[in-house]
Nanobody, 120 residues
Framework: VQLVESGGALVQAGGSLKLSCVVS????????MGWYRQAPGKQRELVAT???????NYASSMKDHFTISRDNDKNMVYLRMNSLKPEDTAVYFC???????????????WGQGTQVTVSS
């Protein structure tokens, strides 16, 4: 199972970006998916999660200008980011809890991350 993020870029403050993450491999089912971020010198932190049924959960500081969504048919999760600020600069990682079709085990998988840089 692999997760690949895309959509990271350099953007000016106040701008918007949409990140995408696709899950591929021996997939029986993709359960919860999420986005996390890690700024330089800081710990990785939760941005948002979404269940297979579309129930969302956000870090309290991000729910006003971030929106998580998913496409179950494509095994993809998205993060729409509006009104970006320099403090949103970080590497953004997606994760997914996937039931492997070969083993039937449920494991948590992570992508390699995509860089978002917001200039002032």
């Amino acid at each position: 199972v692999q997760l690949v993020e895309s959509g990271g870029a350099l953007v000016q403050a106040g701008g918007s970006l949409k990140l995408s993450c696709v899950v591929s491999g021996d997939i029986l089912r993709v359960n919860d998916m999420g986005w996390y971020r890690q700024a330089p010198g800081k710990q990785r932190e939760l941005v948002a999660t979404i269940t297979s049924g579309g129930v969302t959960n956000y870090a309290s500081s991000m729910k006003d200008h971030f929106t998580i969504s998913r496409d179950n048919d494509k095994n993809m999760v998205y993060l729409r980011m509006n009104s970006l600020k320099p403090e949103d600069t970080a590497v953004y990682f997606c994760n997914a809890r996937v039931v492997d079709s070969a083993t039937f085990w449920s494991d948590l998988f992570w992508g390699q991350g995509t860089q978002v840089t917001v200039s002032s």
